[in-house]
């Protein structure tokens, strides 16, 4: 009895450890909203030029829109808060969809990353935003050619996240790679994506700010980013 009470505490610790590394592996997302203008922006990126915890490739933008994305910036969250009280700041840390090559047949995955950044919002309805959660929950198993899109498209990982309505979709590519050329392979031979795709513009919309019949903005890395004029 004893002998198997350490077996099954020895499978808990080493699920529970599973857990932390899955966990721990997994980035997040910061979003600053600020009211506009080049004051803000100007703050918002002396502060993030002064704490050297925040990479500058990690800082991404849409006009009023600014967003700090990568791994072990959870716990600094609420510094970012602090310093900008006048500034909606949302977190989003944990993905409700997680792609990755392990769900391919070639798991080969790139040394070197290129992460784009797009963002979008749900539909107002609660009941067309669960189910649009459901498909997202059941993918792998009932719509696999998805999963196979990415792969095909070398997509080294894909990461949905959620705060309220609004979403946060990061595609991450070999570096300098372009999606433009990678995103077709998705759909090539693969009618069934573009039957995905349709069916999950039905629960998508644009955020506040983006022209009529817009859905997904994309968020510019910051030194890629036209710092003229952010009003």
Same mark, same amino acid.
């Given at each position: /009895? /004893?002998?198997?009470?350490?077996?099954?505490?020895?499978?808990?610790?080493?699920?529970?450890?599973?857990?932390?590394?899955?966990?721990?592996?997994?980035?997040?997302?910061? *979003?600053?909203?600020?009211?506009?203008?080049?004051?803000?922006? +100007?703050?918002?990126?002396?502060?993030?030029?002064?704490?050297?915890?925040?990479?500058?490739?990690?800082?991404?933008?849409?006009?009023? &829109?600014f967003v700090i994305y990568g791994?072990?910036?959870?716990?600094?969250?609420?510094?970012?808060?602090?310093? @900008?009280?006048?500034?909606?700041?949302?977190?989003?840390?944990?993905? @409700?969809? +997680?792609?990755?090559?392990? #769900?391919?047949?070639?798991?080969?995955?790139?040394? %070197?990353?290129?992460?784009?950044?797009?963002?979008?919002?749900?539909?107002?309805?609660?009941?067309?935003? %669960?189910?649009?959660?459901?498909? &997202?929950?059941?993918?792998?198993? #009932?719509?696999?050619?998805?999963?196979?899109?990415?792969?095909?498209?070398?997509?080294?990982?894909?990461?949905?996240?959620?705060?309220?309505?609004?979403? /946060?979709?990061?595609?991450?590519?070999?570096?300098? *790679?372009?999606?433009?050329?990678?995103?077709?392979?998705?759909? #090539?031979?693969?009618?069934?994506?573009?039957?995905?795709?349709?069916?999950?513009? #039905?629960? %998508?919309?644009?955020?506040?700010?983006?022209?009529?019949?817009?859905?997904?903005? @994309?968020?510019?890395?910051?030194?890629?980013? +036209? &710092?003229?004029? &952010?009003?």
């Open positions: /009895m /004893m002998r198997k009470s350490k077996l099954l505490f020895l499978v808990l610790l080493c699920f529970a450890a599973i857990n932390v590394r899955a966990q721990a592996k997994l980035p997040i997302v910061i *979003e600053i909203v600020y009211p506009g203008g080049n004051a803000e922006y +100007d703050k918002l990126i002396s502060f993030c030029g002064s704490q050297q915890f925040i990479d500058a490739n990690d800082i991404y933008s849409w006009k009023n &829109h791994k072990g910036y959870e716990r600094f969250y609420p510094k970012v808060k602090a310093a @900008f009280k006048d500034c909606k700041v949302k977190l989003y840390d944990k993905p @409700f969809y +997680d792609f990755e090559r392990t #769900k391919c047949s070639d798991k080969t995955v790139a040394k %070197q990353w290129d992460n784009i950044i797009l963002t979008a919002n749900l539909v107002k309805s609660p009941k067309l935003q %669960q189910e649009y959660l459901n498909y &997202h929950k059941t993918q792998f198993e #009932k719509w696999p050619e998805v999963s196979q899109g990415f792969c095909n498209a070398s997509f080294q990982q894909l990461l949905v996240f959620r705060n309220g309505r609004q979403l /946060m979709l990061i595609i991450s590519i070999p570096k300098g *790679e372009s999606l433009d050329k990678l995103n077709p392979l998705t759909t #090539k031979n693969n009618p069934r994506v573009d039957e995905w795709n349709k069916i999950m513009a #039905k629960y %998508q919309e644009g955020i506040e700010g983006t022209a009529k019949n817009e859905t997904w903005v @994309f968020l510019k890395p910051y030194n890629q980013t +036209d &710092h003229i004029n &952010h009003k």
